[in-house]
């Protein structure tokens, strides 16, 4: 414990913290020497760039695309959020999907189970149908198939 005066200025409706003082005259200048650049600074949720906020010590990235919001990830730093943020847009300029698909599951109704270490077989219709965990995709997809033929869902999900 640094000292044992707190700082703290309400600024916007929020608390914010300025750090531990050892005297109270120490706690109280700081209270009043702080500017409203900081304020907004340290503030929860804030933004320098559009589209990356600060939320518990990382930067969350976010964009809009066809008027909904996508989320991009985040980052520990404020540039690698602005540069995510750029190839994305990037990407949406040039007609490209702005999320690259993942490797992994190339077959859908499919998905690594971490648990099991096996591979869940599912269809997705009015509600979710677990149809089984599988060693390998391949059988998976097999087995889902099955599963849709045999229940006559010929619309592949």
């Known amino acids: ?6 700082a703290r200025v309400r600024y916007r409706g929020e608390q914010v913290y300025l750090g531990r003082y050892e005297t109270i005259e120490d706690a109280w200048a700081r209270c009043h020497s702080v ?5 907004a600074k340290k503030r929860k949720g804030y933004r320098a760039e ?12 976010n964009i809009t695309v066809d008027g909904k919001r996508v989320y991009l990830g985040s980052r520990d730093s404020q540039e ?4 995510l943020r750029d190839a994305a847009l990037d990407r949406k ?11 992994g599951n190339r077959y859908p109704g499919i998905s690594w189970d971490k648990k099991t270490k096996k591979w869940n077989a599912y ?5 979710k149908y ?4 599988y060693d390998t995709e391949e059988i998976a997809k097999d087995e889902r198939d099955k599963w849709i ?3 006559r869902l010929w619309d592949l999900k």
């Open 1 to 6: 414990m640094n000292g044992k005066w707190v």
């Open 130 to 133: 677990n149809i089984g965990r």
């Open 80 to 83: 690698e959020g602005v540069a």
């Open 93 to 103: 300029r040039r007609g490209l999907p702005v999320l690259e698909k993942k490797e």
């Open 149 to 151: 033929k045999k229940e």
């Open 35 to 39: 500017t409203e650049d900081e304020l």
């Open 50 to 61: 559009r589209g990356v906020t600060k939320r518990d010590n990382k930067w969350i990235v």
């Open 123 to 127: 269809y997705l219709g009015d509600r």
